[in-house]
Nanobody
Framework: QVQVVESGGGLVQPGGSLRLSCVAS????????MGWYRQAPGKQRELVAD???????NYADSVKGRFTISRDNARNTVYLQMISLKPEDTAVYYC??????????WGQGTQVTVSS
């Protein structure tokens, strides 16, 4: 079964931490680029971070120094460690994964809420 599944979201206080996970299952995934995006209410979906199979990373300026993306290539899994969370980080976080057809498949998203 081909799917991209995120987990690890939740409610956290400002300054807290969360770790998101995303597994891409199925033979159509290229094993190359995987990434995290987020969409806050009333805003467009934006890139948070992405990572290549060789470990090259790219971050949005708003999360640099606070978020760390990593991956386990053998498990086609990507992680997003988030620290020093702010209310403005509140959003639905989506994972995507590159396929052998040069497209990206998206997961359903996981809600992250930063609030006291």
């Amino acid at each position: 079964q081909v799917q991209v599944v995120e987990s690890g979201g939740g409610l956290v206080q400002p300054g807290g931490s969360l770790r998101l996970s995303c597994v891409a299952s199925g033979s159509i995934f290229s094993g190359n680029l995987m990434g995290w995006y987020r969409q806050a209410p009333g805003k467009q979906r934006e890139l948070v971070a992405d990572i290549t199979s060789s470990g090259r990373t790219n971050y949005a300026d708003s999360v640099k120094g606070r978020f760390t993306i990593s991956r386990d290539n053998a498990r086609n899994t990507v992680y997003l460690q988030m620290i020093s969370l702010k209310p403005e980080d509140t959003a639905v976080y989506y994972c995507n994964a590159h396929t052998i057809y040069h497209t990206f498949l998206w997961g359903q998203g996981t809600q992250v809420t930063v609030s006291s």
